[in-house]
């Protein structure tokens, strides 16, 4: 008798597995129910209709369920909402939302996607018009109508994580004024603080009114309020906390739920009912590094599960490598990446980790469009095997984390990191690559070579008016510099020894710490014993102080910012 | 005492040996002797002053002697010949090239970093002023000013290598009526045959005039003579047949010479005298995956080479894990990269391998700037042991051939390649990676779920009648299509089985293989058992027949190409 597969949520997931079941078995009869109106669309391009980038919000679909049933006889069923799941006779229960008729599917095997619903919180207003959430095609093009009206100029978007930031940046291109109010002290928490920095800089530059530290008290017509009581004018507010797992139909069915709310699977995804398989946005994975179970709403993940779920079906073996996170933003004029863990994740998972920040450039300085990199990259101490890294800039950021990635997913170590060979052309890079780059810098505080000292800590040194050393040519300095840094150039420290103390710490920085690393081994032979490079240098440490200036007014530690 | 290094050759090798060896050691002497007027400049580079992209040769040259002196302390002296290494003695003779004066320097450690030069066939008019090799910043600035010459209209340019194309198009960018002329039957070695048709066309669409399968005869005062007969005007012409390693210096110390013509080095770059080490494109490196000995004129290892020799110097022990050869270049529109070992050599080496060749989007077909990406990948069969890509597009294909040369170097199977959890989002990727998205086609392979040809083979099944169904829409169908091929779309066919024969081998096209593939595998299921999916599908026969198409005249063997 033919397999009958019934698969509950129609976008990446539940769509990917209906496919991959086809493929596998022209003899199924394979049927999708979705809630909404649509299958298969694009949630990750969703942001984009919003500044015009994708036109027309049909173009977000990508197939329907004519398409379906006529490229891959697959029986898609949309406004269809599965009720409950009737685990004993292997039944769903099917509402057609339209009609609000009820009828009993049957299954033999039954895939749920049923993905993940934002987070509203309990504040009043929340139900008032203006208010939107972002999940599907139906929500967008309401709020990209909503936003185009004449009356609307000021929007509020509510969290800085991926979607509130596209969402941010597409209604900012669309001309509107918006603001973003994050309630943690950074957007983008795939960043640790002194990277995410980069990105409030860019926002700021871009217009964006932006907010962290603040939570949202209050919706009301035409303003908000926050926590501290401040109020901002917004003719809409844009909800993009986060998102939690639609786990309602599974709890019903006696399904089991994993510690951090995700519906529980085992190697295969399969649920504690062995007829059962759950995918996406909905479920607990298990972290690789940290071995622990977390959550994890990526289409990535979502897409190989989702195979794995259909070949365990036909019994074709896969592999659960669990997941490391990987992810990428564009924001403005900047790319940002990051995979793995970085400081604030391996310090919870209670790892041993050091890391590297490094600002070299993306390509040969002499090619168009060639830019520095913020690359900042975290490994285990003592082993120095690879753990993550965080890349921003104008150019191919998102190359050097999936390099990265792969490390991390082959268990790579900086030695496999500095060996390296990568293709390089002065178009694409630089003949030592970024990542390489990174590796020989590590290697080198792996082995007890130099010391270090964060951005993060500069401005204590500074107000304790420690011995900062600026290895900067003269003009360069004069451009804009730490306070109380004395201008000692790496082409003539040499000569100026005796401006060096010996008896305290010198605290060495340049632009981007190519000099100063000259600077600090030189000065290491020459019998100075406690020299600290500043990791980050002079442009890290500019963008780190930039928005907390910025904002709190407070007294800034250079004479003026330099981010060139 | 302290250490006296001496460093022949300042460019890629050299002035990277020097550096690290003055970090290693601030009171060793360092000295590094070049025959021409200038050390570290960006070899890579020349070729794009020919179209102003780096406007001034000067700013080819990244660091002059002062600034080698003032910043690393590092002597560095231009117009020094090195005319001789009297072993014995530890000391080496200098011919100064501008006064003809000679004196000897001694050494404790000696670095060669002599480079390569480019070759020059012995055929009449290789001596004329008209004819060009490019190997420094005075080579380049020489061309440039010849070619700025309102008499010089046409150029030549010998050789389909990294040089030759990259002097070619930024020569054609300049304005230039400009000829390639490639011995082999195709251009850049490392892409397969079926690849390098994908170059060949965008050169010829961008009004290059390409020869390939025919070498220099004769050079004359404003035409070239071909070996085939054929006569083309060239008021210029530029050499860039190869390079051969600079080991003249070495041979006369009785340095030992590898079989491939490089000097031979052991496992830390040190050659058969113990205190003198070789480095860059000299020497004979060893092939992680061959396992032979080979030459790699390539900045990357180069760069890498002299970091391990200085690290060795000061008993830093390294890893010496082989290259394996990651190399990418510009192609006016396109961009194309490639790493490891493609079908040529894959076969030379005798090793057991098999492929697959996609052409999916690089990124979200709704964000600006998506287009199709060229991915051959190569695998050892039946491991599944990755063992090369090449990519070619419009778009990011560095970042593809990155991940696989990570994977190569981890000893990746097409399994890990599946798993890997790149970043995406709409506007980087997609969900499912070009690279991700090919181990799967391959897996499918290797676990034999379907079969495939080749578009090289397409021609004769053709001219040979076999039945081809064409999976595309009508309407792409009505564009241009094979010859002979019958129009089944995927979204028919399950309709139209009887119009596909039993009895006979059914081959499958659509546009890039997605839906083919679909149709591959349900037919299989419908009982159907001699299928084969045609790898490349309509995109890649079209690129690959091209060419060809073009300069023989031969019949097509498709109605109109389609490139869409």
Same mark, same amino acid.
């Not at 649920?271 to 607990?284: F, L, P, R």
């Given at each position: ?155 509020? /978007?509510? !969290?800085? +994580?991926?979607?509130? $930031? %596209?969402?941010? *940046?597409?209604?900012?291109?669309? #001309? ?34 932006? /907010?962290? !530290?603040? +939570?949202?008290?209050? $919706? %009301?017509?035409? *303003?908000?309020?926050?926590?501290? #009581? ?34 529980? /699977? ?299």
């Amino acid at each position: 008798m033919n397999k009958k597969i019934v698969v509950i949520g129609g976008v990446a997931g539940g769509a990917s597995a209906a496919a991959r079941a086809r493929r596998l078995d022209e003899h199924a009869e394979v049927i999708m129910f979705e809630r909404g109106p649509h299958v298969s669309f694009s949630n990750c391009a969703l942001p984009f209709h919003l500044s015009g980038i994708v036109e027309n919000s049909d173009d977000l679909v990508l197939m329907n369920p004519a398409q379906f049933k006529k490229q891959y006889n697959i029986e898609a069923r949309v406004n269809s909402d599965v009720i409950s799941i009737n685990r004993r006779n292997k039944t769903i229960t099917v509402k057609n939302v339209l009609t609000g008729e009820s009828y009993d599917e049957s299954y033999d095997k039954l895939v749920l996607s049923p993905g993940a619903n934002p987070i509203v919180p309990s504040i009043p207003g929340t139900e008032m018009d203006h208010v939107f959430t972002v999940r599907n095609v139906v929500d967008i093009a309401k709020l990209d109508a909503y936003v185009k009206q004449d009356t609307v100029k000021q929007v509020a /978007v509510i !969290g800085g +994580g991926f979607i509130g $930031i %596209e969402v941010a *940046e597409n209604l900012r291109l669309a #001309g509107l004024d918006v603001s973003l109010i994050e309630f943690s002290n950074q957007v983008m928490a795939p960043f640790d603080y002194d990277m995410a920095q980069i990105l409030h800089k860019e926002m700021i530059d871009q217009g964006v009114n932006l /907010v962290v !530290g603040d +939570g949202l008290a209050k $919706i %009301e017509t035409n *303003e908000i309020e926050l926590q501290s #009581g401040k109020k901002l004018a917004a003719d809409a507010v844009v909800l993009a906390i986060g998102v939690k797992p639609e786990t309602t139909l599974a709890e019903q069915a006696g399904l089991e739920i994993g510690q951090t709310g995700g519906i529980k /699977v085992d190697h295969n995804y399969v649920t504690n009912d062995s007829d059962i398989y759950a995918v996406g946005d909905a479920i607990e994975v298990y972290h690789k590094q940290t071995h622990k179970p977390t959550r994890l709403a990526l289409a990535g993940p979502a897409q190989r599960q989702a195979r794995a779920a259909a070949d365990h079906m036909n019994r074709i073996p896969h592999r659960n490598t669990g997941v490391i996170g990987s992810s990428c933003i564009h924001v403005f004029d900047l790319n940002a990446a990051a995979t793995g863990l970085n400081e604030k994740e391996a310090k919870n998972a209670g790892i041993s980790y050091d890391f590297v920040y490094i600002i070299p450039n993306d390509k040969v300085g002499l090619m168009p469009e060639s830019h520095p990199i913020h690359f900042k990259l975290i490994y285990e101490y003592p082993t120095g095997k690879i753990l993550g890294a965080q890349a921003i800039g104008k150019g191919n950021v998102d190359k050097r984390v999936d390099v990265i990635a792969t490390m991390i997913t082959m268990g790579g170590t900086l030695e496999d990191l500095k060996e390296l060979e990568l293709c390089y052309s002065p178009m694409f890079g630089t003949a030592k690559d970024v990542v390489n780059f990174a590796a020989l810098v590590a290697l080198n505080r792996l082995n007890g070579e130099f010391k270090q000292v964060p951005v993060t800590n500069v401005r204590e040194l500074v107000e304790s008016n420690a011995f900062i050393m600026d290895a900067r040519e003269k003009h360069e300095y004069e451009r804009g510099h730490l306070k109380n840094a004395v201008n000692i150039p790496l082409s003539e420290f040499r000569d100026r020894l005796d401006e060096i103390p010996q008896n305290e710490p010198v605290y060495v920085h340049c632009r981007s710490a190519q000099r100063s690393y000259n600077a600090v081994m030189a000065l290491q032979h020459l019998g100075y014993t406690n020299v600290y490079n500043i990791s980050g240098s002079f442009l890290g440490i500019c963008l780190y102080e930039y928005y907390n200036d910025q904002v709190t007014g407070r007294e800034k530690i250079v004479t003026a910012y330099n981010f060139k």
